[in-house]
Structures are given as structure tokens and as C-alpha cells.
């Protein structure tokens, strides 16, 4: 082998499939039943490596593993077992990436270890009912009381709050200072007095989001992240990991020659194949040329789409001048299942209007409920009108 | 392959980029234009640029080339979009010199490339009968003689067909119009007998060729390839082709959406400047993902054609599409964002916006290639 990183990875990987056949109990390989005995031990292990985030430090609990590595890990993983622990993103994809930058070490110690065994569930308190995309003029308050901060407002489309056992919120410290200056970053936890989670239902039917109510809740000092009335800084950052965990620019496969065998297949789209029962042709050219026109302008979207996120992965590595921002993926990503959403709803006719019961095959009606939740991509995380915003502002150059 | 570009690509960029500020700037093809200069690009400028080995680019050492690939031909031309530089490099190096890489014999690749490689040579590729592209509607015919051939048709659309020195002329040895068999390359001196060229002024002030031929007598050896097996090699030549015209139309589209960005940072309008106006500031944002898409589609096709990957038609239809359509709406765009200005001869976004629409009907325009992506992918 030509360079010692090579070499150094093919050691990890050898080492890995040891530890992972050693470590992988039986009815968790691909094809058994998993037991709960099994599962609850083989998470065990699995976290105690820290895999479920790792990339992060092992002083934090995380595997303390380089990129490289990592991907060698998503491969190898599903060749041996049918399922592994996955921990909630907003602790391995929002939260965890800040703390690291912005914690300190004591908050780093308590809080990082927790999301990588899954023990906590987090959620995000950032939009309030007068504030969504003028996230800055939220008015949760916070307010010093001792060792303490007395938290009093309410959130609202915090999804997942109902599961969730600590929130990390955006509050106002400083009402008097402008907009952007008077918000600190806090950590609490959900479950005490004056709490009030509301989950709503979403068109989709799904309760995924709730509102949140706060009443003299406590949040401990310690829990405030970085500077008091600094947190603005940390929540755009926050965003910016979340903007590129939703348009899936981070964490691709790689695409490494020792996973392809023999020559490629031939090229399929999983959309037009989708629709052949629906139309009724099981192979050659779609009939219906619009039909076809859209697919395949979906198709080569989504392929071009691929390739600038890998663009700008290798420009990243290569220090070639920053790529384009996170608000591009972000924005495309959306606006593309969007598309992909309603191509499904198209070709699949009446059979994609069931809402419930046996009339209705259960793969239709899963897709028509994701159609419903496709229409909220271009909504959080930021609209996509937002997102434009920010490409013109921060990419562009465009006055204000 | 990689997407970023190489530390030799680099090289070639800004050898390419400083080049044409100097020699071949937008005033260049203005002042090409305004001369009605009868060969519409300077011929001394492109032997300096055969002195940088441009033209050889994708050619073997053997032939005077430099042994390079699509990728470095790619940066070239993606450079000459920038300033709309109007150099053979689609109709000599990529079309027909491309036909005579893949399907000339020895001997006529030692009498053809080191020329063209030194830019002595320039050679065009008459292929189009109708408007639209569809490259196996062909009637022209070619007649077996005693010991050659006798060719009659009419040819479209032939690039820089009015100053070649050569002719690959395709036409029907067999078979009937829209068949993929059945085609043969000849190499035809335009000076024959019986055929006659009539020079059109195109929309982007570069010139094409009506070729007309009428019994014209070649031998044998004017053959490129094999008899009825043409295809086999204009469809990788069509692909190059397709490719380099691609990385042309991101250079034009880089080049026309950095003025427009430029003027939406200048202009003023009720007190403000107009970039302040979300309703722009929207479109300029798509603007740039859209070129982004297409930026990136280029840079694989070609690379997918440098290591002759399976299935890389389909990366490069994409890519034309991708293209095509983001070409359109920056100029279209731009033009509209530079109001009243716009519409002026004097002022440079009308000549991008030429440009691209030549561009986009050159080789199967988005359409074209959207169906063919189709079928490639199976639907
Ligand atoms: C499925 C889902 C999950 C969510 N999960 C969470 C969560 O876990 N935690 C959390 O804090 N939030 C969450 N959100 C909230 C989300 O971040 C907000 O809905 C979003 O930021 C928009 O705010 P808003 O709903 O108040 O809409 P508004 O800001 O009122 O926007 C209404 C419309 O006006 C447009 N608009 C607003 N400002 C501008 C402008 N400056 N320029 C142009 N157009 C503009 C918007 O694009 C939109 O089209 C979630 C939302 C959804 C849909």
C-alpha cells in the first residue's frame, strides 16, 4: 500500500471486524431474530466504544475515531449486524457539535457521554409563536435566581419534546439590549414542576412536534453554554450543523473500490420503477412523456445534487476556498424531496389517497403520509425563503 | 476521480485565464464582429494557442499531442466561455479531430494531427441534415465507384465548416434516415468537385457551413473507419463533444452571473442598490445553485470520459442538460436584471446570452438529453 493513512486503516479495519464478531451477539447478525437480551447487551458494548458518535474525543465518550475511520465503521457495521444503536440527532448532530466548540470542559464531561449512550434525549427550544424566522426576537425569559436561572415562555413546533428528557433553549437575558445580544444558550432538564409539553398534530396525522410551557422552570447556572448574552453565536452555528445533517451532506458511504465488484449495474431510477405497476408497463420507455420528462429531470437532479455535495467535501479537504454554504443543501435537499414527494403522489394515482384502513396497501399509505411530511422540509431548520436569504447575504455579497 | 481540479489543471486555468484577458478578451470577438472578419477568430491567435498546446490537448505525443484528457481540455474551454473566445476547439479538435483520433488509420492520423496540433490544420465535421439534432438522420448518400466512393446530400450547421481545411463528411452507406447502422466517415478535401460550401452568420458571431454535395468523386482511402460503422465512432465523439461544450457553457454562465451579481452591487435604484431587493435577491440565489449543479455535473462527465467508465453517456447527457438549462436562466436572467441597459448592443450580457442559446441547440439542447438520460436509466 502506497501511504501509511491506507495502511493505518486497512490495521483499523482488521482490528474492527475482530472486535465486531467478538462483539456482535448472534441473533443480532443479519437474517436472526434479535432478543431483547441481545439487542440491550450488544448497545452496551456498541456505546461503551462510544460508535454512535465517532468522530467525537473518547475523553468525551465518543470513539475517537478519524473520518476515515469512521467511514470504515458505516461499512462494516452492516455486514455484520441487522441492527445498531443510533443516537438522537439532535444530541450527535446539533447539540454535541457545539458543546464540543463552545462547552466547557465540566459541560463537555456531563453532557457528551450521555448522548452517546443514549441515556438523554434532546430537543430544540429555538422557535416560540411570535418568533420563527426572526428566531432573534424570541422572548423566553431567563433570570438569574442564585445558582440558578428561572426560565418562564413558551416554544412551540419543538419536535420530539414529548420524548425528549433535556431541552437546550434559546432564552433572552438581556431584554434591553438589541435582539441579537440578549440571548444565552441553556441546558435543562424537562422533567420538574412547571413543564407543560402539548404535542400537536400535524397534517400528516403524526404528533411529532409539540408546544412547550415554561413556568418558573429551573435551569441551573452551570448549564448556561458560553457567554451570558453571547448566545446567538452558538445557535447559528447550531443551525448550520443542522442545515447540513437535513440536506445529508455529511455523512455519505464511501464509495471505496473494495465495496464494488465487477462491473456497475446498469443504471435504474427507483422513482420510474416505483411507478411501472402504476401504470401498468413493466419495462421499456414510460408512456406518458411528461411523466417521464419529470422523472428524469428528478433523476438528474438528484445526481448533480450528489455530486456538488462530494464537490465540496473535496474542496473542504483540499483548502480550496470554503464551498458553498450549508444553506444551499439545505435548501436543494428540501425543495428535492419535495419534488420526489409529489412525482410519487402523481404516478401512484387514487391508490395514494387512502388515509387508513385495508382498502390500502400499508407501503401507499406510508408514502402518502411522507408526501404530507415532505411539505414541512422547506420549513424548519429554517424556510427555504430564509435559506435564500442567506445565500444572497453570505455567499453573494447582496446588500441588505 | 476527484472534483477538484489537479495542481497541472490549476496550471492550465491560469495559464488559460491570463491568456485570453490579454489575447482574446470580449473586445476581441467584438472587434471580429464589427470587421466582419470573413473567419470569425484570428489565426494567429490560435497558433499561440497551439504554441500552448491547446489544441493538442487530448491527442497522443505521437501526434504532436499533448496526451492529456478531457478534464484539462475541459478547463480550457471552460475558460474561453468566460470571454466568449470564438476558437475552433468543438469543430476541429473535439468533432472532427476527434472522428480522426478514434477512426483514422495510422497514416491518416500522421497526416492529419501534428497539423491541426500545430494549429495549421482545421477541420470541421459535417454531419447535421435538420434543424434539430438527432444524429442518425442522415440521407446523405455514398455510392460505392470502382474504386472509391461518390457522395451527394446537404449538410447544416457544419462549425467552422466555412474555413476547414478538411471535411469529415458523414453519410449513409446503408440502411434508411433515423438508422444508428449503416453510416460511414469520409475525409473530403472542401475543394472537390461537386461540393460547395455557402458561409452563415450565426446568432453568437461565429459562422457554420451549408455544405452542398453533388457527386463528389473520393478513393478509398478517404474512409475513416469502417464502412457502415460510423456510429460506433461518433458516439464517443458526440460525447467529448457534448462534454467540452459543457464545460464552455459553465464558463460563460460563471462569467455572466459574477456581472450580474456585480451590477446588482452597483446599480441604484429608489435610494438603494437594487441587489437590496429581495425579489432579486432570491433569483440571484438560485441563480447560483443552479450554476453549482452544473459546475459539478461537468467536472464528472468529463473525468467519467477520461477513464472511459461504464455508463458515462449518462453523467454527460446530464451534464448538457444541467447546462443548457442553467445557461438559459443566468442570461436570460441577467438580462432581465440589467434592465433597459440589457437590451443594448454596447452592453456585454446580450452576447452571453447568444452565446448560450447557440450553445444550448448545439448537440441536443436539455430536452434532448433529458430523453436520453431516460433511456440510458432504463425508463
Ligand atoms: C416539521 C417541523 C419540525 C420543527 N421542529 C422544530 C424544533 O424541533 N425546534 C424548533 O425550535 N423549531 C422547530 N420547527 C420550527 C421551524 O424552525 C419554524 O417553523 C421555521 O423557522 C419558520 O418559522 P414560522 O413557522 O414562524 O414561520 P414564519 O417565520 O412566520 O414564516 C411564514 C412564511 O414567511 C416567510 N418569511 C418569513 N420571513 C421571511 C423573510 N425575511 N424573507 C422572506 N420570506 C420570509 C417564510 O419563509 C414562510 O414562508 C419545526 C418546524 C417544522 C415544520
Redesign the pocket.
Known sequence: MKDPGAASIEAFRSELVEWLRVSCPASLRPGAKPTEEDRAAWQQAFCARGFTTPTWPSEYGGGGLSKAEARVLAEEIPRVASWFPVASFFGTSMLGPVLLEFGNEEQKKEHLPKITRCEIQW?????EPGA????ASLQTRAVRDGDHYLINGS?I???GANQADWIFCLTRTDPSAPKHDGISFILFDLHQPGVTISPIELISGASE?CQVFFEDVKAEARNLVGELNGGWTIAKRLLEHERAMLSGGTGRPSDSPRARKGPPPAPKSALAESARPHLGEAEGELADPVLRHRIAQWEMDALCFGLTLRRSGEQARAGQGPGPATSMFKLYASEMNKRRSELLMSVRGAAGLGWSGDDFEPLDLMETRGWLRSK?NS????????QL?VIAKRVLGLPD | MSLVLTEEQELIQQAAAEFLKERAPIAHLRALRDEEDPTGFSRAIWKEMAELGWPGIPFAEDHGGAGLGMAELGVVLEECGRTLAPYPFLSTVVLAGGAVARGGSDAQKREILPGLCRGETLLALAFQETGRFDPWVIDSKAEKTGDGFCLSGRKTFVLEGHVADRLVVVARTSGASGEREGLTLFLVDPATDGCELTRSALIDSRYAARVSLSEVVVGRDAVLGEVDRGAEILDPVFDRATAALSAEMVGLASEAFERTIAYLKDREQFGVRIGSF?ALKHRAAEMFCELQLAQAAVLDALRALDEDRPHAARIVSAAKARCSDAASLITCEGLQMHGGIGMTDEEDIGLFLKRAKAAELTLGDAAYHRDRFARLTGF
Not at chain 1, 123 to 127: A, L
Not at chain 1, 132 to 135: E, I, Q
Open positions: 430537543c430544540q427550544g429555538y422557535s420563527g424566522s426572526d428566531l416554544k413546533w419543538t419536535t412536534f414541512g420549513i424548519e431548520g429554517g424556510t427555504s425563503e430564509v436569504n | 429581495q
